[in-house]
């Protein structure tokens, strides 16, 4: 059978590991090229080499350069950009009142000017071949608080806004813009600040509180499949809006 | 992917429309359907013309009697029930003051108290299955109001809560459950609307779908994303609302 995203040409920012990477491996399997982009060279590389006809571009998506460089290598190697999947994103732990600067620049600027970028310089390339798909790796924090990281939360609410603007300024020239939102999902972001949450807000057991909240963490294949879907024609009416996936957690408000 | 493989499927509402374009999509991807719906010969009609794979049943979604006739005849044609499809719906598109108490309380009765009954007597069938998927109908006015749309709205809202307590309540026994909400589809019932709304907004239909969503949805665009709600793809999906609009929800203007 064929794939679902044969002959498309994709970028996903962020995919040298955790969601990233699983969504450049879906995407590979589904018959489209991939370009995985991280700003580790060595795990970008590690990626695109399992999957055929992949390539690997170091990427900082803080940086306008290297973004618009990131999309221009896709132009120049296969002619065009389909797909655009902005996912690069980082966190650090610390209650608003004692989060530095520096901790609240480096999330927005990655999670939320990254994205930014991300449109900013794949909807150009996307317009002048007839149309294409963005997909913004955004976060049921968008929607509702977590203690702890504020910035993110912001910079994710971000994020839907700029999916929500793009989506309704791109769609007469064939653009597509959605955003998922994942809960918890068991990666090595989450697993780094586990401990954290649990001694700041004086948890006996994090993982517990996922299992009340929201059954199970979810998987990253979990949400590739429906990054695919996203990508693919079969959601080609859907556009500006919010796909949350968290086993039920924004659901229930106990 | 989204293929639903030897998946055994009931649909209401499924005798045209959308429900019928669900039940076509599913049939497409392997399931077995069993077709629902009021109009007992449509289903009929539409059953044939998708081959042995599927059945149809008459069904009230508002008789708790008709709807256990329903999942029973799924079980009994196809040996279990891993998915339904609550979407049988009606629509009132009058202004509030103009709506009479009788025609709400049918609207309630098909859209809110229908999706109740299709969650309460699917579960006991989809648990003995080791779990499953629901996919209710809800609408693009379940999350935003609109003139005429009101008691329809209140409606479609009530399914989006419905499903979000139902996937909650029934994680544990593995069971999904999740809402679409399109926007304005290209079915009978929108071109039924088109007079009334344009009276009331002023606005040609044509130019209004323009400016709000670019083009009106296909029903085989909503059976896409019901497709994928129903597959394992969506395995950790449970509680949502997927919209399908367009853009429409997305801008202020």
């Not at chain 1, 491996?25 to 018959?31: K, L, P, R």
């Not at chain 1, 007839?130 to 929607?143: D, H, K, L, P």
């Not at chain 2, 069971?175 to 079915?187: D, L, Q, Y």
């Not at chain 2, 896409?224 to 997927?242: C, I, K, P, Q, R």
Request: charged residues 20%.
């Amino acid at each position: 059978m064929a794939g679902l995203l044969e002959r498309k040409i994709a970028i996903v920012t962020g995919a040298g590991k955790g969601l990233g990477a699983a969504v450049a491996q879906a995407y590979g399997a589904e018959g489209a090229t991939v370009i995985v982009s991280d700003i580790d060279t060595h795990s970008a590389k590690q990626v695109a080499d399992a999957i055929p006809n992949a390539s690997a571009v170091p990427c900082d998506v803080t940086s306008p350069e290297q973004v618009e460089a990131l999309v221009d290598h896709a132009v120049n190697l296969h002619g065009r950009l389909d797909v655009m999947v902005a996912n690069a994103g980082v966190a650090n732990i610390s209650p608003l009142a004692q989060m530095s600067y520096a901790q609240w620049r480096e999330v927005t600027s990655v999670n939320l000017d990254g994205v930014f970028l991300s449109i900013r310089y794949a909807a150009p390339a996307m317009i002048a071949t007839g149309g294409g798909v963005i997909v913004n790796m955004c976060s049921i924090t968008a929607q509702a608080a977590v203690p702890l990281i504020g910035n993110y939360a912001a910079a994710k609410a971000g994020v839907m806004s700029l999916t929500q603007t793009a989506a309704i300024e791109l769609r007469p020239q064939g653009v597509r813009v959605n955003a998922i939102l994942p809960g918890f999902i068991d990666t090595d972001m989450v697993k780094a600040h586990k401990r954290q949450f649990e001694e700041l807000l004086n948890l006996p057991d994090f993982d517990a509180v996922i299992a009340q909240k929201q059954g199970r963490y979810g998987t990253p294949e979990e949400v590739a499949r429906l990054a695919v879907f996203l990508a693919s024609d079969r959601s080609r009416f859907s556009t500006g809006s919010a796909f949350v996936l968290d086993g039920g957690a924004r659901a229930s408000l106990l | 992917m989204a293929e639903l493989e030897g998946r055994r499927a009931l649909v209401t509402g499924a005798a045209q429309g959308l429900g019928r374009a669900i039940a076509t999509l599913f049939v497409e991807r392997g399931a077995q359907v069993m077709l629902a719906d009021v109009d007992e010969q449509g289903a009929e009609r539409a059953a044939a013309e998708l081959g042995d794979r599927a059945r149809s049943v008459r069904c009230d979604v508002t008789s708790s009697a008709d709807v256990q006739g329903a999942v029973q005849a799924a079980v009994d044609a196809f040996g279990g029930l891993d998915v339904v499809v609550n979407n049988a719906g009606v629509e009132v598109v009058k202004p509030l003051v103009d709506q009479s108490e009788e025609e709400f309380s049918r609207l309630m009765d098909v859209n809110v108290k229908g999706v109740f009954l299709g969650i309460k007597h699917s579960v006991p069938a989809l648990a003995a299955a080791g779990g499953g998927a629901i996919v209710n109908m809800s609408s693009l006015a379940g999350v935003g109001g609109a003139p005429l749309f009101g008691s329809y709205g209140a409606a479609k809202a009530a399914v989006i809560q419905l499903t979000r307590t139902a996937a909650v309540e029934l994680r544990q026994a593995g069971i999904r459950v999740n809402a679409v909400c399109p926007g304005f589809v290209g079915t009978a019932m929108v071109d039924r609307l088109i007079p009334t709304v344009e009276a009331a907004v002023g606005v040609p239909f044509g130019d209004l779908i323009a400016l709000k969503q670019g083009r009106l949805g296909t029903v085989e665009e909503v059976a896409e994303m019901v497709a994928f709600l129903a597959s394992d793809d969506a395995s950790w999906a449970t509680g949502s609302h997927y919209l399908l609009d367009g853009g429409l929800s997305a801008s202020l203007l």
